[in-house]
Antibody, heavy 121, light 110 residues
Framework: QVQLVESGGGVVQPGGSLRLSCAAS????????MHWVRQAPGKGLEWVAF????????RYADFVKGRFTISRDNSKNTVYVQMNSLRAEDTAVYYC??????????????WGQGTTVTVSS | QSALTQPASVSGSPGQSITISCTGT?????????VSWYQQHPGKAPKLMIY???NRPSGVSNRFFGSKSGNTASLTISGLQAEDEADYFC??????????FGGGTKLTVL
């Protein structure tokens, strides 16, 4: 079955950096685009970034552009998000999610369980 | 990109039907068929319930129905059950090539 396992969350000071990972299994990872979505405590979902199946196209929400970088390693079935210049408002559970269809830009179907990022001094 | 507008809460009794609206603009909901709905129980990951406005993934009950008119998409749940109590989020692809979510609706089954 499709499984997505996020890791790398933790507590970081404002201005700091963190890299989140999402290990995928149960589907042909190299054929699917991948998303990162976050959820601040008690708040709604917020789309963060998307990467195409081959990494040739990367898209970002305005509020993370220039600070976050999405990447993937198809040999390791893993997608990453490098988060720099972190702010208190970046505190959230970060989910990775698989695109719904192979090869094309699509929304999310299967989600991981999330990893928690806390930005605090 | 502004979040899509959803009611903060809706409620219904078991067996009844409820509808959750999701209002955007012609640059997102109104301009594309790529509207999805997600169900999220407390402490759990979101689950896809509807995609492409009206389609149900395999395994999702046919009590869940999606529709769209103009810039507003809707999720209707018929025959409410206790297990339907959850938060529901809509999302849409946008003209900027990005995605936007609604603020979420808390469904209470009375």
């Amino acid at each position: 079955q499709v499984q997505l396992v996020e890791s790398g969350g933790g507590v970081v000071q404002p201005g700091g950096s963190l890299r989140l990972s999402c290990a995928a299994s149960g589907f042909p990872f190299s054929s699917y685009g991948m998303h990162w979505v976050r959820q601040a405590p008690g708040k709604g979902l917020e789309w963060v970034a998307f990467i195409t199946y081959d990494g040739s196209d990367k898209r970002y929400a305005d509020f993370v552009k220039g600070r976050f970088t999405i990447s993937r390693d198809n040999s390791k079935n893993t997608v990453y998000v490098q988060m720099n210049s972190l702010r208190a408002e970046d505190t959230a559970v970060y989910y990775c999610a698989k695109a719904r269809e192979q090869w094309v830009v699509r929304d999310m179907d299967v989600w991981g369980q999330g990893t928690t990022v806390t930005v605090s001094s | 990109q502004s979040a899509l507008t959803q009611p903060a809460s809706v409620s219904g009794s078991p067996g009844q039907s409820i509808t959750i609206s999701c209002t955007g603009t012609s640059s997102d909901v109104g301009g594309y068929k790529f509207v999805s709905w997600y169900q999220q129980h407390p402490g759990k990951a979101p689950k896809l319930m509807i995609y492409d406005v009206t389609n149900r993934p395999s395994g999702v009950s046919n009590r869940f129905f999606g529709s769209k008119s103009g810039n507003t998409a809707s999720l209707t749940i018929s025959g409410l059950q206790a297990e339907d109590e959850a938060d529901y989020f809509c999302s849409s692809y946008t003209s900027s090539g990005l995605w936007v979510f609604g603020g979420g609706t808390k469904l209470t089954v009375l």
